[in-house]
């Protein structure tokens, strides 16, 4: 059984670093693609990132574009989000979620997605 255990959210000052985990079992990532998405209070849920583990082919959302990053290395069976100048608009519930994958498919729409984590909340003050 998949399961996506999430960590590493919390409270922090515009312009502070984050990073996000991802602690995925019962599947491997070659073959998969893995997703982050957030969604604040009254929006719906939004692409953050995605990372092809085939290819390890990299898509980011033009909001979090050169602040946020996937690494491609995948040790531990862990997904991380590294967030760098953190900024309030980034405040949300984050999500990881993974799927199935060809061997470059980039995906951003949340639907796309058959596993979730159950978010964590991040938290950015000004």
Known sequence: QVQLVQSGGGLVQAGDSLTLSCAVS???FTGYATGWFRQAPGKE???VATINWNSRGT???DSVKGRF???GDNAA????LHMNNLKP???AVYYCATRLATATGLFQLPTSY???GQ???VTVSS
């Open 119 to 121: 978010g964590t909340q």
């Open 89 to 91: 608009e980034d405040t």
């Open 59 to 61: 898509l980011y959302a």
């Open 77 to 80: 069976s862990t997904v991380y």
């Open 114 to 116: 058959d596993k979730w």
């Open 69 to 71: 990053t996937i690494p």
């Open 45 to 47: 849920r939004e692409f």
């Open 26 to 28: 019962g599947r491997t």
